[in-house]
């Protein structure tokens, strides 16, 4: 991408006024609420956020993730208690889903569902 492009359009957009009376104007910016994740994630987390994905809910994701790398590893007694946890927070996070409005019973969802046990070989 040539840059001189960009810059050449900001500086006419500069020239016509279009930066002028932006709302918040002369003010400090609001706190960053990401603030406390280190720098290289906060603009992870912000996409996240603006595409409907919440703290919360991607802390229980990254839960269920940690949950199937251990059932990989685990031995078949181990496995049933974490079968069980991943369960949990599976139900957890489509209570959230549900929520938000956002359907969880779809065909999608239950093909990724059977899609997921098929993979971690569950019985």
């Known amino acids: 991408m040539n840059w001189h492009i960009v810059e050449d ?3 006419k957009a500069q020239r016509d006024g279009q930066f002028d009376n932006l709302p918040g104007a002369g003010k400090p910016l609001p706190p960053d609420e990401f603030d406390h994740y280190p720098e290289d ?3 992870v987390m912000r996409i996240l956020k603006n595409s409907g994905h919440d703290e919360e809910a991607q802390f229980v994701k990254e839960e269920m993730s940690d949950l199937e790398h251990q059932m990989k590893k ?5 496995k049933t208690e974490l ?3 991943y ?3 599976l139900t ?3 209570r959230m ?3 938000k409005g956002i359907k969880t019973n779809s065909n ?3 093909q990724y569902q059977s899609q997921l046990d098929n993979r971690l070989n569950w019985d």
């Open 74 to 78: 685990a031995t078949q007694r181990e």
């Open 41 to 43: 994630i906060r603009m």
């Open 87 to 89: 369960n949990q927070r």
């Open 97 to 99: 889903l549900s929520q």
């Open 9 to 11: 359009l900001i500086k």
């Open 92 to 94: 957890q996070l489509n």
């Open 83 to 85: 079968e069980q946890q």
């Open 108 to 110: 999608v969802f239950k």
